[in-house]
């Protein structure tokens, strides 16, 4: 006899996707940024330094402001986390290496990265001869990163290295300034971890359980965009999961894709707590998946960084603002010197509670200017222009 499936409403699907998430609750202090990324499962690398990188701005959200030495710190010591391909490049719990078997495993059938490799073989063998002789080594250490052209124009050196990278013969086992550091896997990954064992099945089921725990509850659509799977395989592999199939109210429910499944963990016990108030990175994993973000709070969210200036309309890292579990702002920083800049701050449609939200916009946007060593912050454009009296008041009370 089939059960049917456990109903949920909107409501409870973004507590016990908060929750799950580390940003309902009491924050995990003790486990501290570590815990964050075995909760997590992935923290999305990026480029673009605001306030902060993504990958800080990550564990900020969640334990508050944490020392951003301490971050990298967390990251990269004790051997506890590696770099690899997963919903983008991120920063991986190192017991995951044997999940990503599949992957390299796909990377080493392809036979080439996009680069045509001029005499491969002779390339990977010298990295590999220096990484043994040497140690971990920077692609530039290696002989160099670019032939001197534009940035894609990668030396043999650096294609090697990276091809290595993607099948699993280097790892990249920590960051020195934005470059990747590489070391042999067979020095850098423990001996218990090290074997691909696990069939491309068996991958891609922990994969989206983990997925599904880190996420709480989830269509298929959002379990296979967390570590970027196919759709057929994450169908294939979420009966067996352990995950267990939910409805929720406003969801749509037609074709696989739609189907949601929760965490039974999730579910053990209602979602209740403290939320945290903060600005969140575009790239954090509550909201980076764009079409999750608008099922759970009503957000159109889009990173425009790569959009041309004029035709923005809420900045070029505009940050949703998470406060009493909705996203209630986007607020596009810059620093300059000593004060964070809220270049425009777009207020999403507060109900008649202006004030409140002002408030709360105002809070995260103190807090994060104490993080990054900011003595005063200054609103410059607010939409709609009726709530710039009540946040810069919010703004000048604290």
Same mark, same amino acid.
């Given at each position: 006899?089939?059960?049917?499936?456990? %109903?949920?409403?909107?409501?409870?699907?973004?507590?016990?996707?908060?929750?799950?998430?580390?940003?309902?609750?009491?924050?995990?202090?003790?486990?501290?940024?570590?815990?964050?990324?075995?909760?997590?499962?992935?923290?999305?690398?990026?480029?673009?330094?605001?306030?902060?990188?993504?990958?800080?701005?990550?564990? *900020?959200?969640?334990?508050?402001?944490?020392?951003?030495?301490?971050?990298?710190?967390?990251?990269?010591?004790?051997?506890?986390?590696?770099? *690899?391909?997963?919903?983008?490049?991120?920063?991986?719990?190192?017991? %995951?290496?044997?999940?990503?078997?599949?992957?390299?495993?796909?990377?080493?059938?392809?036979?080439?990265?996009?680069?045509?490799?001029?005499?491969?073989?002779?390339?990977?063998?010298?990295?590999?001869?220096?990484?043994?002789?040497?140690?971990?080594?920077?692609?530039?250490?290696?002989? &160099?990163?670019?032939?001197?052209?534009?940035?894609?124009?990668?030396? %043999?050196?650096?294609?090697?290295?990276?091809?290595?990278?993607?099948?699993?013969?280097?790892?990249?086992?920590?960051? /020195?300034?934005?470059?990747?550091? *590489?070391?042999?896997?067979?020095?850098?990954?423990?001996?218990?971890?090290?074997?691909?064992?696990?069939?491309?099945?068996?991958? #891609?089921?922990?994969?989206?359980? %983990?997925?599904?725990?880190?996420?709480?509850?989830?269509?298929?659509?959002?379990?296979?965009?967390?570590?970027?799977?196919?759709?057929?395989?994450?169908?294939?592999?979420?009966?067996?999961?352990?995950?267990?199939?939910?409805?929720?109210?406003?969801?749509?429910?037609?074709?696989?894709?739609?189907?949601?499944?929760?965490?039974?963990?999730?579910?053990?016990?209602?979602?209740?707590?403290?939320?945290?108030?903060?600005?969140?990175?575009?790239?954090?994993?509550?909201?980076?998946?764009?079409?999750?973000?608008?099922?759970?709070?009503?957000?159109?969210?889009?990173?425009?960084?790569?959009?041309?200036?004029?035709?923005?309309?809420?900045? *070029?890292?505009?940050?949703?603002?998470?406060?009493?579990?909705?996203? #209630?702002?986007?607020?596009?920083?810059?620093?300059? &010197?000593?004060?964070?800049?809220?270049?425009?701050?777009?207020?999403?449609?507060? &109900?008649?509670?202006?004030?409140?939200?002002?408030? /709360?916009?105002?809070?995260?946007?103190?807090?994060?200017?104490?993080?990054?060593?900011?003595?005063?912050?200054? #609103?410059?454009?607010?939409?709609? /222009?009726?709530?710039?009296?009540?946040?810069?008041?919010?703004?000048?009370?604290?």
């Amino acid at each position: 006899m089939t059960t049917a499936p456990l %109903q949920l409403t909107t409501d409870e699907a973004r507590r016990i996707a908060l929750r799950a998430q580390g940003l309902l609750g009491a924050p995990d202090r003790r486990a501290g940024v570590r815990g964050v990324l075995r909760r997590l499962g992935a923290v999305q690398l990026d480029t673009i330094s605001v306030l902060a990188r993504s990958h800080e701005l990550v564990p *900020y959200a969640r334990l508050g402001p944490v020392g951003r030495e301490a971050v990298e710190t967390a990251y990269w010591s004790g051997g506890t986390a590696f770099e *690899y391909w997963s919903h983008a490049a991120c920063v991986l719990p190192i017991d %995951q290496w044997p999940l990503f078997a599949f992957r390299r495993r796909a990377f080493r059938a392809r036979g080439h990265r996009w680069h045509h490799l001029e005499d491969r073989e002779r390339s990977v063998a010298a990295v590999r001869e220096r990484l043994a002789a040497e140690g971990p080594l920077t692609a530039s250490e290696l002989g &160099g990163a670019k032939r001197g052209g534009p940035w894609w124009d990668w030396s %043999q050196t650096k294609i090697a290295v990276e091809w290595m990278l993607d099948t699993g013969e280097v790892v990249c086992a920590r960051r /020195q300034g934005w470059k990747r550091v *590489y070391d042999l896997a067979e020095r850098a990954v423990p001996a218990a971890l090290r074997h691909d064992d696990l069939d491309d099945a068996a991958c #891609v089921r922990r994969l989206v359980g %983990q997925a599904g725990a880190a996420l709480g509850v989830a269509t298929e659509a959002d379990l296979a965009d967390h570590h970027r799977l196919r759709a057929r395989e994450v169908a294939a592999a979420v009966p067996d999961s352990g995950l267990v199939r939910v409805t929720v109210a406003g969801w749509p429910d037609r074709g696989a894709r739609n189907r949601a499944w929760a965490d039974p963990a999730a579910l053990a016990s209602a979602a209740r707590g403290r939320h945290r108030t903060t600005l969140l990175s575009p790239f954090d994993s509550l909201v980076w998946d764009r079409a999750r973000t608008e099922r759970l709070f009503g957000m159109t969210h889009r990173l425009e960084a790569y959009v041309p200036a004029p035709a923005r309309r809420f900045g *070029y890292f505009a940050m949703p603002v998470l406060a009493g579990g909705r996203l #209630v702002a986007r607020v596009d920083p810059a620093r300059e &010197g000593g004060v964070l800049v809220a270049r425009h701050v777009t207020m999403e449609d507060a &109900g008649g509670r202006t004030e409140r939200a002002a408030a /709360q916009v105002a809070d995260a946007l103190r807090e994060a200017a104490g993080w990054v060593g900011c003595g005063e912050v200054r #609103v410059e454009r607010v939409t709609p /222009q009726a709530a710039r009296p009540a946040l810069v008041a919010a703004v000048a009370g604290g």
